[in-house]
Nanobody, 119 residues
Framework: QLQASGGGLVQAGGSLRLSCAAS????????MAWFRQAPGKEREFVAA????????YYADSVKGRFAISRDNAKNTVYLQMNSLKPEDTAVYYC??????????????WGQGTLVTVSS
């Protein structure tokens, strides 16, 4: 089970750090990713990190502002979000998968955490 947390209301230009904690399963063998879904829009890829943490990949829309990281000892993945914009408003989901992919084809999904960025 994946449990995302850390969402909330923040002003434009602010920062938030999301966490995704796994229980009942170790994430150390999985590539992990964050996705988001804004109201009325499809779910989209945000960032991914390889199982070892050696590789990361970002959507162009968040590159340079967001950073994904992981702590396998704590069975947790993070998404540091800086310079937030109103268009970052969405429900953010974490996911785990065995393939290095940037689409929705992940094996396990957590529930979402809402991020709202006010202008």
């Amino acid at each position: 089970q994946l449990q995302a947390s850390g969402g909330g209301l923040v002003q434009a230009g602010g920062s938030l750090r999301l966490s995704c904690a796994a229980s009942g399963r170790t994430i150390s063998r999985y590539n992990m990713a964050w996705f988001r879904q804004a109201p009325g829009k499809e779910r989209e890829f945000v960032a991914a990190i390889s199982w070892s943490g050696g590789y990361t990949y970002y959507a162009d829309s968040v590159k340079g502002r967001f950073a994904i990281s992981r702590d396998n000892a704590k069975n947790t993945v993070y998404l540091q979000m800086n310079s937030l914009k109103p268009e970052d408003t969405a429900v953010y989901y974490c996911a785990a998968g065995t393939k290095w992919k940037f689409d929705l084809d992940y094996d396990y999904w957590g529930q979402g955490t809402l991020v709202t960025v006010s202008s």
